[in-house]
């Protein structure tokens, strides 16, 4: 479609994005792209052997893919498509699935290749759970997902009052199966807001603050989450049986369901920071995560058992809900370099100490801040430096007047 922009692209890292053509606009003119963007949701269901069939010669197929890709070293989905295809002719499912299980191989080719520049032992790819992505052939009607399993042969699968009045009036745009769990990925075009303004993010185990150009300050408590991670960690640890695929097995289901739990809480507090950030017609910023540096970030208490994957995981899925949800609303998303920003001054830029009570002290100007307020605001500070000119020197210069503390439970909210 004309002037849209798949948002499901990766996102522009800073330097590369710009706001000056959106100032030479009339305001009349003042919306200035129609993005297609992506929300998805998902339900339980009843597996039946047809399906599981099929999740499972689509797993084979996938490894089939990635073993060939590996091994011809192919990087494009082009060539894979002309080196694999042929291959997945033993294989008796509808053609789409072969199309869909070479392009999910590309995608994990290229992270593979990504992580080995990174780290040249890393352990080549291997689907071992089934899992099925799909944009093409299923059908969506009267409540019912229909989904080809050979060329001529459908499944049905019911859907719940809950995702069909999520999916009403929207296009599906692809189903992904796991056992067990259907998801619906649905687009709409939404036209982008020029923001009046930007808010900038700052998550840490705790928290998540949010600095806004008005010059508000708010913070939202984590501690649930961080105590149903915990729990999650507990759980764990008693298992100590050797049997690998038991342990992988318990601890898969147990992760599943803290991850949901996270998950939830996440929804929670990404939900109430866009609809904060949508009244205001802000846009939104947030660092961009490199690694799990900022999880070691001194006096964050966390003991070693925190800083495992799952705890890198929910930064991540934070964002990612954050992210999705102010696209879904056209609120535009920046991510800005992490340099500096949970140790530099917001005011005057110059390196700060660590006080008391998780705050700091800035030797040139004098001031004393909490800790998680500098960060938000120096988050801020980046996204209006380098975009939107005419808030920029405000925001660098003034004093922010009166920070408006305000802790907001997230219970309930
Ligand atoms: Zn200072």
Redesign the pocket.
């Known amino acids: 479609m004309h002037g849209s922009v798949n948002l499901s692209a990766p996102v522009i890292l800073f330097p590369a994005f710009s706001f000056t053509h959106v100032s030479s606009l009339t305001p009349c003119q003042s919306y200035w792209l129609v993005v297609r963007v992506f929300k998805s949701v998902w339900q339980h269901y009843t597996s039946t052997s047809e399906i599981a069939w099929l999740l499972e010669q689509f797993r084979g197929m996938l490894n089939d893919c990635i073993r060939i890709g590996l091994a011809e070293n192919v990087t494009s989905l082009k060539s894979l498509s002309l080196k694999a295809y042929r291959q997945l002719s033993g294989y008796d499912v509808a053609s789409y699935y072969k199309l869909c299980a070479i392009s999910a191989a590309t995608g994990i080719l290229r992270n593979y290749r990504k992580a080995k520049r990174k780290n040249p032992h890393v352990r080549e790819p291997y689907a071992r759970r089934p899992r099925l992505t799909t944009c093409y052939g299923f059908k969506v009607r009267d409540g019912e997902l229909s989904l080809p399993i050979h060329a001529r042969k459908h499944t049905r699968i019911r859907l719940n009052p809950h995702i069909q009045a999520a999916i009403n009036g929207f296009t599906v745009r692809s189903v992904t199966l796991t056992e067990g769990r259907l998801s619906l990925a649905y687009a709409s075009e939404v036209q982008q807001v020029q923001p009046r303004g930007f808010i900038g993010i700052d998550r840490n185990l705790d928290n998540v603050t949010v600095a806004a150009t008005d010059g508000t300050v708010q913070q939202h408590d984590f501690s649930e989450a961080t105590r149903a991670k915990a729990m999650y960690l507990g759980v764990r640890s008693h298992f100590k049986r050797n049997d690998v695929r038991i342990r992988r097995e318990i601890s898969g289901k147990y992760g599943q369901k803290q991850r949901d739990k996270v998950k939830q809480i996440l929804h929670r507090a990404s939900k109430s920071v866009v609809e904060e950030a949508k009244a205001k017609q802000y846009g939104i910023t947030m660092e961009k995560l490199t690694g799990i540096r900022k999880l070691y970030r001194r006096g964050n208490r966390q003991g070693r058992r925190y800083r495992g994957r799952m705890n890198s995981w929910s930064y991540a899925e934070l964002q990612r809900q954050i992210e999705y949800k102010a696209k879904w609303e056209g609120l535009p998303v920046i991510y800005v370099h992490p340099c500096g920003t949970s140790s530099r ?1 917001s ?2 830029g ?1 390196k700060m100490k660590p006080e008391e009570n998780r705050t700091l002290r ?1 030797p ?2 004098g ?1 004393t801040i909490d800790r998680d307020v500098n960060a938000a605001k120096n988050i801020l500070a980046r996204a209006l430096r380098f975009g939107v000119v005419g808030l920029a020197g405000e925001a660098m210069v003034a004093e922010p007047a009166r920070v408006q503390q305000s802790t907001k439970s997230m219970r309930g909210s």
């Open positions: 001054c005011i005057c110059q800035c040139s100007c001031r």
